[in-house]
Nanobody, 115 residues
Framework: QVQLVESGGGLVQPGGSLRLSCAASGSIVEAILIGWYRQAPEKERELVATIIRSGRLNYADSVKGRFTISRDNAKNMLYLQMNSLKPEDTAVYYC?????????WGQGTQVTVSP
């Protein structure tokens, strides 16, 4: 099972950008799915963006055109570039690696979008 550590969260003004990173302790090449999820206060955790094994990308409608998910297999890293941020993007963001033998989540990183 891989351990995941997110970084890059913080406070940003509306319209600003942030880049989240997720460092995995092992290879993510063979993962069934890798991705980013978020949970706002008093709301359910929701999918933000994922990459499945075939390479297909999937985005929540609310972030399409603003967020970009990417990976660096050589470095065992997952990224989320977030542009044109809105107050409703405020949440704790989690990375996930789902493989045959495990389903790992990071501890989360807080993103706050506020004037």
């Amino acid at each position: 099972q891989v351990q995941l550590v997110e970084s890059g969260g913080g406070l940003v003004q509306p319209g600003g950008s942030l880049r989240l990173s997720c460092a995995a302790s092992g290879s993510i090449v063979e993962a069934i799915l890798i991705g980013w999820y978020r949970q706002a206060p008093e709301k359910e955790r929701e999918l933000v963006a994922t990459i499945i094994r075939s390479g297909r990308l999937n985005y929540a409608d609310s972030v399409k055109g603003r967020f970009t998910i990417s990976r660096d297999n050589a470095k065992n890293m997952l990224y989320l570039q977030m542009n044109s941020l809105k107050p409703e993007d405020t949440a704790v963001y989690y990375c996930r690696v789902w493989s045959v033998d495990y389903d790992s989540w990071g501890q989360g990183t807080q993103v706050t979008v506020s004037p």
